[in-house]
């Protein structure tokens, strides 16, 4: 039983079911009882949680999926990093793979291949727009809808393209029979890596069959380096030579000889569409080194040529062979002289070479005089001062000649870069000043009242601070002002006053109050515009009917009812006309002796007060004169 099953994470995500297990990480369904919703929650493994590489890969891709909102790319709404667990909240995918899916059909549809890499290039246009490359597409990466929708999953090894620099590991991993040529050999990738694996997968698609396949990793890397894959349609002929032609355009092994972003290839594939009978007919360039080698062939036919012309036109061999023989003899000459000076058949005595990097460029020459410390390049570094070694061409350790030269690379110190106040800038805009100045960012979007839609709010750090390559600017861009949403309250029944107070904490706006005559003596609320329970956006107006105040004729009589002399609590009542209108517990020693009470009535009637619900005094009260006689006392009773 897996230890999370059964758990709820944060007091809020409570995990049902594993439904994905992978190297790095588990995938489980939950339910997120805040926003009562299914979701997917990416868990790290357990034993990596002390694997550094695998911890800043797991962070990576929740770095990089947050700055992403498209809707073929998978959401992220939630992300937890602690000592104890680390988890990414999604998106629940209810699908399979594209992987499966095509391993059930064998052979897709080329309309169908096409519908879902067109989606794929859609995602990958935006992440690549937001300077994020995505590196491990597969098709075990991609999720299928029932409904033919794509999402695009498991940014686990995306970097910025941005960020000026990478490691090793950061280079080579991914999927080996995806990966393009450059990723399998280790350098550095951008956005036209993508596009390869994109080639591969639509390759597979209509063909069934993956372009490089071998028993081990290593071989089918080399083959990605270095063989050509069967033209697509010598496997399946019922692919359109347009598709083909777009195929092996994206499998290009050079990245120049690509499509240089996934809109171009979107631009080919809707002419393509649009034309299924198109064909592209790309032509490349010859390779360098074909050409380095035609040229030289070309050179020395020529040469020869000139040679053997010169000799048929020659007119006085001999004079040839004298100058020939004079320029050989000056030249021993000059070798025995040079000899001579430079001792060539002398020992030169063998040494270690010496660890330089680190080192101040002018204490390493004189410190090292023996050697000749030559200065290849100067550029910025982020990691070491003006003047200091960075890079040496003979590894320290390494047995050399004494006086062997050794090629350096020199820091021109960190390269700064002053932020401006980049508030109300475009976007687009300030992701190119950053870009240019090599400065890595991601993007957080936000509500904002004030800042249009696609322009900056602010960014971390702020204004006028001296940043660095090794930064990571974050920058606020607008999504405008947020709609937000109310629910209409109940005010039928109350008080024009109470509903007012309801409809304000609510966010609604009173319009149009109407008021109605009715037998009614109070402005109560009769009916409103908007339907209680219903939503409606913040500052929504409602209207109003109430009815009018009535006059009254009632008059109000005060009398003072005398009480006994007790100190228990006891229920006082009033009723005129056998209606109580009055009714209080009280305890009589607190009252001063008195109950005081004032009636509202008209004309001629019977006022009753009862004891704890017995008869104690009564009155005739005339309400027009304000009058009152007694009629009845009961009061010695109870002790009055």
Do not use: C
Request: charged share 25%; aromatic share 8%.
């Amino acid at each position: 039983m897996d230890r999370y099953i059964g758990k709820k994470l944060d007091g809020r995500y409570e995990i049902k079911e594993i439904i994905g297990v992978g190297g790095m990480a588990n995938v489980y369904k939950a339910y997120d009882s805040i926003d009562d919703r299914v979701v997917a929650v990416k868990i790290l493994r357990d034993e990596h949680m002390g694997n550094d590489e695998l911890l800043r890969r797991f962070r990576n891709e929740s770095k990089a999926i947050a700055v992403l909102s498209h809707p073929n790319i998978v959401k992220v709404y939630d992300v937890s990093f602690n000592e104890d667990i680390q988890y990414i909240v999604m998106e629940h995918i209810d699908g399979i793979t594209l992987k499966e899916y095509i391993e059930q059909q064998k052979v897709l549809r080329w309309k169908e291949a096409v519908h879902f890499t067109v989606q794929i290039l859609r995602a990958l246009q935006h992440a690549h727009d937001k300077g994020i490359v995505h590196r491990d597409i597969k098709p075990q990466n991609i999720m299928l809808l029932e409904d033919g929708t794509i999402k695009v999953a498991d940014f686990g090894i995306a970097r910025f393209a941005r960020a000026s620099q990478h490691t090793v590991t950061d280079k080579a991993i991914g999927s080996v029979h995806y990966i393009s040529p450059e990723q399998a050999k280790g350098e550095v990738t951008d956005e036209k890596s993508d596009i390869y694996s994109i080639g591969v997968m639509l390759y597979e698609m209509t063909t069934g069959k993956l372009p490089f396949d071998a028993e081990s990793s290593v071989s089918v890397a080399l083959k990605q380096i270095q063989s050509q894959a069967k033209r697509p349609r010598v496997i399946n002929p019922d692919i359109p030579e347009g598709l083909e032609d777009i195929t092996i355009r994206a499998m290009q092994k050079d990245p120049a000889r690509r499509y240089q972003s996934a809109a171009e290839m979107l631009r080919d594939i809707d002419e393509f569409k649009h034309d299924p009978s198109i064909s592209f007919e790309y032509k490349y360039s010859e390779p360098e080194t074909e050409k380095i080698s035609k040229e030289v062939s070309n050179t020395k036919k020529k040469t020869k040529k000139i040679k053997d012309e010169q000799v048929r036109n020659a007119p006085v061999v001999p004079v040839l062979m004298g100058i020939t023989i004079a320029f050989i003899i000056v030249a021993i000459i000059f070798v025995i002289g040079i000899m001579a000076m430079v001792r060539p058949f002398e020992e030169v005595p063998d040494t270690t070479a010496p660890e330089l990097i680190g080192m101040d460029i002018n204490e390493a020459m004189k410190k090292y005089s023996g050697f000749d410390i030559i200065v290849e390049s100067s550029s910025f570094h982020d990691q070491y001062e003006k003047d200091i070694i960075y890079d040496q061409s003979v590894n320290a350790g390494m047995t050399v000649k004494e006086g062997a030269t050794i090629k350096v690379k020199i820091s021109s110190g960190i390269q700064y870069f002053s932020l401006s106040d980049y508030q109300n800038f475009e976007e687009n805009q300030v992701y190119k000043i950053l870009t240019d100045n090599e400065i890595e960012f991601y993007t957080i979007t936000e509500y904002n009242d004030t800042i249009p839609e696609g322009y900056v709010i602010k960014t971390e750090p702020g204004a006028d601070t001296q940043v660095d390559t090794g930064t990571v600017v974050i920058i606020y861009v607008s999504m405008g002002a947020e709609t937000s949403y109310t629910t209409v309250p109940k005010v039928v029944g109350y008080k024009l006053e109470d509903a007012k107070m309801l409809l304000n904490a609510a966010g609604i706006r009173i319009g149009n109050v109407t008021r109605v005559d009715t037998d009614g003596q109070s402005t109560e609320v009769l009916s409103q515009s908007l339907p209680d329970g219903s939503t409606v956006e913040n500052g929504a107006t409602i209207d109003l009917v109430i009815v009018t105040e009535k006059e009254s004729s009632e008059t109000s009589i005060e009398l003072l009812i005398p009480l006994p002399n007790v100190s228990v609590e006891v229920t006082m009542s009033a009723a005129l006309n056998g209606v109580t209108v009055i009714s209080e517990q009280l305890i009589p020693t607190e009252k001063d002796g008195y109950w005081n009470i004032n009636v509202l009535g008209e004309g001629i009637g019977t006022l009753s007060i009862y004891y704890d619900g017995l008869l104690y005094r009564a009155y005739s009260v005339n309400f027009g004169e304000r009058t009152t006689m007694m009629i009845a006392d009961n009061s010695d009773d109870f002790g009055g």
